[in-house]
């Protein structure tokens, strides 16, 4: 959790985050990829420079993505058994961590959507819900919100099973019979 919210408080960072999107503008596939990675938990401080619809946007989409991923790893390990081992708690934490990542990214966009065209301006939302094409949108989301639910997942999958791992050259503790006496 700690590597989730430290993630998400660095690189969601406003300032941090147009650094790196500057610096990671080539038209690589690659940089695109890591570019998804890195823009999605965004989160903004100045309603002005961002624009009301993607000032709500952004910031529901990382409150949610934060609360829904916190809530669900802090059970995973209760969740998943010992029998499973290691592969399933990985497989566990991913899928969490992307279905977490899709919730909040879709959940974002219809709630900022209604919120910005019903309390403000419907016309602050237009460069990105088009009327009648507001499918493109949540397609998008929903593409970027689960890529980098897997592939962050994947990072915080790793090191689930990386703590969860005891040393191999330690003795483990053995109780002793308990005495009739």
Known sequence: MTVLVGFVLLVGNPWVNMELAVALSGSDPAFRVVNVVLAY??????VDRAGPFLFWFANLR?????????????????????AAGGAGLFVATVGLTALS?????????????VAVGALLDPGASLPYLIPGQSEEFF?????SSAVFGVLFGSVL?????????RPANRESRADAPKSLW
């Open 62 to 82: 990382t409150l949610l993505f934060v609360l829904l991923a916190v809530a669900g790893l802090s059970r995973v390990s209760r969740w998943v058994s010992e």
């Open 139 to 143: 397609l998008s989301r929903l593409s």
């Open 157 to 165: 999958g790793a090191v689930v099973v990386l703590q969860r791992r």
């Open 41 to 46: 938990p965004s989160w903004h401080v100045d």
């Open 101 to 113: 990542a899709v919730v909040a990214g879709l959940a974002a966009g219809a709630a900022s959507g």
